[in-house]
């Protein structure tokens, strides 16, 4: 009751430091507002109260920002990993040390549960800690040559100054998953937020600012007019590359603006991951996984489980257990310890989620349960199991990002692996048997860059994030996560038997 009323203060009043809650931009170490005074406004998704009035940049103050963060990279990169990393270590820990905050900030403007938000910190503040590590190895080659009196070496080079564009649905972890192996590596990042989330972005950029990270290295550029941002950031001479995650029909149209200058690009674009039941499946699995890869976020994540085929032996219990499982969702919001789950980031994504619900039931998908807009303030859509939906229905083809459960029904393994591969996307995949040697065929059947064999919760620093087809190139985290920001160098000595 008294947290209840302690979230209905405005949000500055709810952190213990004041000082994250930020509005303005952060450009060269300096906070910044519009050139002509704009701001937009961030509203809670569960209250569609406005929470904040943020900056609104443009294209000038994003080239200043770029200008800034090319002059700054030259003192960085040039400086010992060592030194590099011990400043990330001290970002890491003031994230860690400031969780509760950093949750509150972003339950606000994203809307997830503080449960899920203090999960998100822990996951974002373990890149940081990673990359401060693995920036110190960066290892080169010594190449025995074809020539005699030549011999080869390579090494490993920051590529310059990057440019990143985040999503609104992990504000704080597709941040820090990518500024961090930039900065360990020697780079310089201009950053855009999504418009809905800006205040994780300006949270992190303030306690980075604490740490002792010199002016000019991490710059957030805060605004509405993604195109005017964008543009700048992709044909900027001085930006060196971009780094995207997102949908595929930006991430495309991003790669190609990019084109023209040859920036390198790495994506992290849409998913429709399937997930395979087999009928020798342990259930008591099953059901947590998908609760966590279908309803984590609400159903808004890449990777969540898009498409679930169920084998038809097992078809009935799971069905009936997945519904007991999401009776006992409470959606709300974050201010009330009783949430489960929270809302959909905005209205329009109510009306789409739901308009696809629609049209699967017209083309002759069972409604299990909830198909319906929650009637109260916010943006809530009901949790949604829809059955008999087949691979002829749009829904198979489209990426829901909502609380809906679409299952579909197959009879063998060959069929499974068809209907999961049938999409143009490769994100992610799951699949659940007790049968070691099924899941070492289906997985290795799957076109996916990642599969969880009887486990969904497969993200984490320590390995490799990314997609194949049109769900996007490069992988973020892990020991690959350092060669997005890196170019390779071959030098030859020659003469060497002078
Ligand atoms: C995403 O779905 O965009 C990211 C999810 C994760 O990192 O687990």
Not at 155 to 160: D, L, P, R, S, V
Not at 269 to 274: D, E, F, Q, R, T
Request: some cysteine.
């Amino acid at each position: 009751m008294f947290w209840g009323r302690f979230m209905t203060l405005p949000l500055v009043d709810q952190l213990s430091d004041k000082g994250l809650l930020k509005e303005q931009a952060y450009i060269g170490g300096r906070w910044h507002n519009a050139l002509n005074n704009e701001t937009f406004e961030v509203v809670d998704p569960a209250t569609e109260r406005v929470i904040a009035n943020v900056a609104n940049l443009g294209a000038e103050q994003t080239a200043l920002a770029i200008k800034l963060a090319d002059t700054a990279m030259r003192e960085w990169r040039a400086q010992p990993a060592k030194s590099r990393s011990e400043i990330l270590e001290r970002w890491y820990q003031l994230i860690t040390d400031n969780v509760e905050d950093l949750a509150i900030i972003m339950s606000a403007e994203q809307g997830k549960t503080l449960v899920e938000s203090r999960g998100e910190i822990a996951y974002s503040a373990s890149f940081i800690k990673w990359f401060a590590e693995e920036g110190k190895r960066v290892y080169g080659d010594v190449i025995p040559h074809a020539q005699n009196d030549r011999r080869g070496i390579t090494i490993k080079q920051a590529i310059g100054v990057v440019a990143a564009i985040t999503p609104w649905n992990f504000p704080s972890a597709m941040i820090t998953r990518k500024v961090a192996p930039a900065l360990a590596v020697g780079c310089a990042v201009v950053l855009k937020p999504a418009a809905e989330t800006p205040l994780s972005a300006l949270a992190l950029a303030e306690l980075a600012d604490r740490a002792g990270l010199p002016a000019g290295l991490l710059n957030i550029i805060t605004g509405v007019d993604a195109v005017a941002i964008g543009g700048e950031l992709t044909s900027n001479l001085l930006v060196k590359k971009l780094t995207f995650t997102g949908s595929t029909p930006i991430g495309k149209l991003l790669m190609a603006q990019c084109a023209a200058s040859v920036k390198r690009t790495s994506m992290e674009l849409g998913g429709n991951a399937p997930l395979l039941v087999f009928d020798d499946a342990d259930l008591d699995l099953v059901i947590p996984g998908i609760i966590t890869a279908k309803f984590r976020n609400s159903g808004q994540t890449c990777i969540s489980a898009n498409r679930i085929l169920v084998q038809k032996g097992i078809h009935k219990e799971f069905v009936e257990r997945l519904k007991l499982a999401i009776d006992a969702f409470n959606f709300g919001a974050y201010s009330s310890s009783e949430s489960t789950h929270g809302p959909l980031i905005t209205q329009k994504a109510v009306d789409n989620v739901a308009a696809k619900v629609n049209k699967a039931v017209l083309e002759g998908a069972t409604l299990v349960c909830g198909g319906q807009i929650v009637d109260r303030p916010g943006h809530f859509y009901a949790a949604t199991i829809l059955t008999e939906v087949t691979d002829k229905m749009s829904i198979f083809h489209e990426e829901i990002f909502g609380p809906v459960a679409t299952i579909y029904q197959f009879e063998t393994d060959q069929q499974a692996i068809d209907l999961a591969n049938d999409t143009p996307f490769g994100l992610a995949a799951y699949l659940y048997t007790e049968s070691m040697r099924r899941s070492w065929q289906v997985a290795e059947a799957l076109d996916y860059g990642m599969i969880g064999v009887n486990e969904t919760a497969i993200s984490a620093e320590i390995v490799p994030f990314g997609g194949v087809k049109e769900s996007g190139q490069g992988r973020e985290g892990s020991k690959y996560g350092l060669d997005d920001y890196l170019e390779i160098k071959y030098i030859c000595f020659g003469s060497m038997n002078k």
